[in-house]
């Protein structure tokens, strides 16, 4: 029974929340679904190399690392994996041993290679009796077993047993929990009622305003919230009440004091917390990490109101656990649950426990099974005796025949070996035993679950070749028509216009279209343009951070209203506000457990439309729909705060955003101000609200309807409420100081980004810079489809921003001291790609020139032509889509999916990515990538000291890898790293889908964005990078950088240098040396130039 009385020391509590730290490195932190970010989910657990890290999320995690051998196989037959780079994996494991068969000298490698394609497991010992019996070569097996007898070692049934218990016992609280075994020996569901009660309680909690009724007492905390409210909650079924409630009054307030009584309780050692913690982490990864994300991010809003974190979380499992793991022990073992206990019990009774496992796995044959089910476990030790004497008769009946099984067994797969070497029966017959027996040890040791990170290295290395002697190919064509000096010497003639894309995989075929259709140059850089920003839109009170998440924000940026749209702003606010009560009515009337009785007769027709219209005409309905949005809601032309304020600006606007709310606080109060309000009387009402002790004469005169009590009360709600405090201003005060940039600032933006993607001179006249989003309905994941570099959202604002920045004459006139002459007829505009429809908006064309009215047309008649031509290519890549489109059909049809409800798949998004190019466009724009690389634009004769380069490597680098990483592990293991079918998905709490009403936050990406059908269309590789370098400025910023030693020594990302004027290529190994890849034809040399 549970002390409260006992108390522990603050440095206890301390180790127990490192201990749970530590045990969390399993999981990464999970953002809301609204801001979906692609993450590798073993990110903290990339200290180990890759192999390391795999084997041990799938001890905690029960994951799988690798596809299966049949997907495998399947790609080996498309040709995607060659036998040369089976065989050239396969060879440090083989290392060149061989045996003698009759003769015949037959290689390891060769046996392990036919292990590998045609899957030589050994057949189930089950069955094994049957198989050989129906078998074409039953007498050919059953001589052979004879034959292997004498090289066999024997066979023991009992020793198998007792050697499958003691490997129990050492797996308990390190690969297996209490509940878990429990679970295993006696048939019982305590895990997954566990998983269940979590899921209610993590669901509830931390609820982001989708449901209509809200847990109660949410400020406790989620183990303060859990505790309380269990305490007048229904019982669980599986406890009885009055344990359960005398548990729960035990528990002490604190949930590190909790975590560590019910440790000391079920006697976990101090060495198998870590372990332990894991493990249970490990069961519902989606909900703790969430709560991991929650826990690291104190400022977040929610979490600040409402706190909760992994301590919690386990506190809640680990006191579930002791009550149900009790209860079932003390039925069952007559002793209370602890890790002694029931070591001891499997130590003293290992044959009783063999069964009790046995039945529990249904291996049992069915009269067996009735047997042990009939014996009453209320008998005492009695139990244990009957238990023992049918295990002992069960094995001794069972090795009569063990051996015999094991030969059959091992026969049947040394013949099934014969047939793929092509070996004659006859000459297994004639060889050695001890040679045959040595050619099985070699397939014994290398089993199916040791094929995955085999054929993965195989493929990986087939696509690597492919894409160096593309690369290869490309540079050898364009040193052939240009010569051998074109890579030194580039020609200098001016593009018709210059287009800035993220470096996003879907770039990739936009921007070989753009460049094909006119004399159109294109470059890749990170999609937020190294404007780290908070950005906060005209319609939105909060900001979203536009910058990658392993970065912080430095400066705001503020959508504003255009000057001369004052007049619109009002009307546009009012209209959102409209829609917005409208919505929020709707759904509470449907959420309501009353109002749905009387709404569905009322307004079920109203519903039917929509339902109607998006299904029969989606784009119609779209279109329509925002004709009338804009109606209610009339757009603002809007520009961004660039400039850094000076302080009275700041304290002007600080005043402004007070007003505004103050505007709607009497909106929801007073019925009567529905229109517009005066600027005095907001001014009036701040002015009281900021000082208490300011009479309240100014606000009577003006409001003579309303009663002193009633603005006292009114004035109280605006200090509480909306805080309108001179405390609160002061904090929007220091908010607003970060908005927009200084002119240094600015310079610095540009400049950087500029000699990072290596456009230092030869400017067009028009420089379009795009960023990227998407468009679909009914899609939970839609943010994932977002800009990855802008966390998850839009790219536009950074675009606008950044095309600002460089439009400034102060920052060309410093950029041009600097060695960056930007031409004065050079203009920056900002556009945005919607990479679902593959349409290009340009921005702020109010600020465009008239100068270059016919550049930016060009520049949309050349954008179409790209736009069709690249939905084209897309569509060929649909699985419901079998005929080849016109470019004018493909861009219809990728408008309708955009629009489609029904649609699962609106687009690809970033699957089939493997590579990561860092190079000039010129090394890649004459060939297709298929979309499945990174473009990321670098000349490395523009950064001498590696700089720049170094930013690349650890900055979009690390963002390549996290997009990589969750694509591969949502291939690999969709049901536990990926989200699953969309098909069951449920939005819960505005924070992410799990599948039906109740299981596990899924994570990852649905089935549907790496799969079609039932066959995956995304390849799960390991990023490849390709940085066009010399391998010894490679070197150095590779030693100065702990990220990179991880990903490339422990082989989570590969690096390939490409050789600028040699054009051959060298591959960086784990061991940090790099290796010239042979087979690929140089580019021709260049000459040398003698001296003049």
Not at 286 to 299: C, D, I, Q, V
Request: glycine share 4%; net charge negative.
């Amino acid at each position: 029974m549970l002390d409260k009385s006992v108390k522990y020391s603050d440095s206890r509590l301390l180790e127990v929340r490192l201990q749970v730290g530590i045990a969390s490195e399993i999981l990464a932190q999970y953002w809301p679904i609204k801001n979906f970010v692609h993450h590798n989910p073993l990110h903290e657990m990339e200290y180990l190399h890759f192999e390391e890290a795999v084997k041990e999320a799938q001890r905690l995690l029960g994951g799988n690392a690798y596809l299966g051998s049949e997907t495998y196989r399947q790609f080996y037959g498309q040709g995607l994996i060659s036998l040369e780079h089976i065989d050239s994996v396969l060879a440090p494991i083989s290392a060149g041993a061989v045996v003698q068969l009759s003769g015949r000298t037959v290689a390891k490698a060769d046996v392990l290679k036919a292990h590998l394609l045609q899957g030589l497991s050994l057949a189930s010992l089950d069955n094994i009796l049957q198989l050989v019996e129906h078998s074409k070569q039953r007498d050919t097996i059953l001589l052979l077993a004879e034959h292997l007898a004498s090289a066999l070692k024997p066979s023991d049934a009992e020793a198998d047993a007792r050697k499958c218990v003691e490997d129990d016992i050492q797996s308990l609280t390190k690969n297996m929990t209490l509940s878990d075994w429990c679970d295993r020996t006696f048939s019982t569901n305590i895990t997954q009622f566990i998983n269940n009660e979590l899921t209610k309680w993590c669901g509830a909690f931390v609820d982001e305003g989708q449901s209509v009724w809200h847990l109660p007492e949410r400020k406790k905390t989620l183990y303060g919230t859990w505790k309380s409210l269990s305490l007048i909650s229904p019982c669980p079924d599986e406890c009885k009440r009055e344990n359960w409630i005398s548990t729960l009054r035990a528990l002490p307030d604190s949930p590190e004091d909790c975590i560590l009584k019910i440790i000391e309780e079920l006697g976990i050692s101090d060495s198998a917390r870590n372990d332990y913690f894991g493990l249970h982490l490990g069961s519902l990864p989606g909900w703790a990490a969430f709560l991991k994300y929650r826990a690291s991010n104190p400022e977040y809003p929610w979490q600040k109101e409402y706190p909760a974190d992994l301590t919690q979380y386990l506190a809640i499992r680990l006191t579930l656990e002791y009550c149900l793991v009790n209860q079932v022990c003390l039925a069952n073992l007559n002793t209370g649950a602890s890790h002694s206990a029931i070591t001891n019990f499997m130590s003293s009774n290992p044959l009783v426990y063999f069964m009790l496992r046995q039945r529990a796995a249904g291996k049992l044959n069915v009269d067996l099974s009735r047997k042990i089910d009939r014996l009453s476990l209320s008998s005492g030790r009695a139990i244990f005796e009957n238990l023992k004497t049918i295990a002992e008769n069960y094995l001794k009946n069972e090795g009569e025949t063990y051996s015999k099984k094991t030969r059959q067994q091992k026969a049947f797969q040394l013949l099934e070996l014969a047939r793929c070497l092509d070996i004659p029966p006859q000459e297994l017959l004639a060889s050695d035993p001890a040679s045959l027996v040595e050619a099985l040890d070699w397939l014994e040791d290398f089993p199916e679950e040791q094929h995955g990170i085999v054929w993965l290295k195989a493929m990986e290395a087939d696509y690597q070749n492919k894409l160096v002697e593309q690369l290869a190919e490309a540079i050898r064509i364009r040193r052939e028509s240009d010569g051998a000096d074109a890579d030194l010497e580039p020609h200098q003639v001016r593009p018709q216009s210059q287009s800035i894309f993220c470096i996003d995989v879907r770039s990739e075929p936009f921007r070989r279209h753009l460049e094909s259709v006119g004399r159109n140059e294109t470059l890749g850089f990170a999609g937020f343009f190294i404007c780290f920003i908070g950005f906060q839109s005209i319609d939105s009170k909060h900001e979203t951070a536009q910058f990658p998440v392993i970065m912080k924000a430095r400066n705001m940026v503020r959508e504003v209203p255009r000057t001369y749209e004052h007049h619109r702003v009002e009307r546009s606010r009012a209209g959102a506000a409209l829609l917005k009560d409208t919505r929020a009515l709707l759904h509470n009337l449907k959420e309501h457990f009353i109002t749905p009785f009387v709404t569905v007769e009322a307004l079920g027709w109203f519903y039917s439309l929509p339902f109607l219209f998006k299904t029969l005409a989606a784009v119609s309905y779209r279109d329509t729909s925002a004709r009338f949005r804009k109606l209610i809601e009339p757009p603002v032309a809007t520009t961004l705060t660039i400039d850094k304020l000076s302080q009275v600006e700041a304290t002007e606007m600080a005043i402004r955003n007070q007003l505004t709310v103050i505007r709607t606080a009497l909106r929801e109060h007073f019925s009567f101000f529905r229109g517009s309000v005066q600027t005095e009387l907001l001014e009036a009402f701040r002015q009281a609200a900021m000082d208490e002790e300011k009479p309240l004469d100014q606000l009577q005169e003006m409001l003579p309807q309303v009663s002193v009590e009633k603005l006292k009360a009114f004035l109280l709600i605006l200090r509480e409420e909306y805080k309108i405090i001179p405390r609160r201003l002061s904090w929007q005060l220091d908010r607003i100081t970060r908005t927009g940039f200084t002119i240094e600032e600015q310079v610095y933006t540009v400049e950087t980004a500029l000699r990072m993607m290596g456009l230092t001179s030869n400017f067009a006249r028009l420089i379009m810079v795009c960023g990227h989003g998407s468009t679909s309905d009914n899609n939970p994941f839609e943010s994932a489809l977002d800009c990855g570099a802008c966390g998850g959202n839009e790219g536009k604002a950074n675009a606008r921003t950044f095309a600002a920045m460089a439009n400034k004459i102060q920052v060309r006139e410093i950029l041009a001291k600097r060695g960056i002459e930007i031409p004065a007829d050079t203009y920056f505009i900002p556009a945005q790609i919607n990479t679902t429809t593959d349409r290009v908006d340009l921005l702020d064309l109010e600020d465009a020139p008239t100068t270059h009215r016919l550049d930016i047309a060009r520049l949309y008649d050349d954008l179409e032509h790209a736009s069709m031509l690249t939905s084209a290519e897309r569509c060929t890549q649909f699985p419901e889509l079998t005929e080849k489109l016109s470019p004018q059909m493909a861009s219809k049809h990728v408008l309708k999916r955009s629009a489609d409800w029904s649609q699962v798949r609106p687009e690809w998004g970033l699957s089939g990515n493997a590579s990561f190019i860092i190079a000039r466009r010129e090394t890649t724009n004459s060939i297709s990538l298929e979309g499945r690389a990174f473009l990321h634009s670098y000349d490395y004769l523009t950064d001498p000291g590696g700089k720049l380069l170094e930013v690349i490597m650890t900055a979009p680098q690390v963002v390549t890898q996290w997009i990589n990483m969750e694509h591969y592990f949502s291939g690999v293991d969709n049901q536990l790293y990926g989200a699953g079918s969309k098909v069951y998905h449920n939005v819960v709490g505005n924070i992410g889908v799990m599948a039906g009403s109740s299981s596990d936050l899924r994570t990852g990406l649905p089935w549907q964005t790496v799969a079609k059908g039932d066959s995956l269309y995304h390849q799960p590789l390991r990023l490849t990078t390709v940085i066009e370098a010399p391998t010894t400025l490679l070197d150095q910023i590779i030693s100065r950088h702990e990220v990179l030693k991880r990903f490339y020594h422990g082989e989570w990302v590969y690096l390939i240098a490409l050789d600028r004027e040699s054009g051959r290529f060298y591959k960086y190994s784990a061991n940090g040396q790099w290796q010239l890849i042979e087979k690929v034809k140089s580019a021709p040399e260049r000459e040398e130039v003698p001296n003049s």
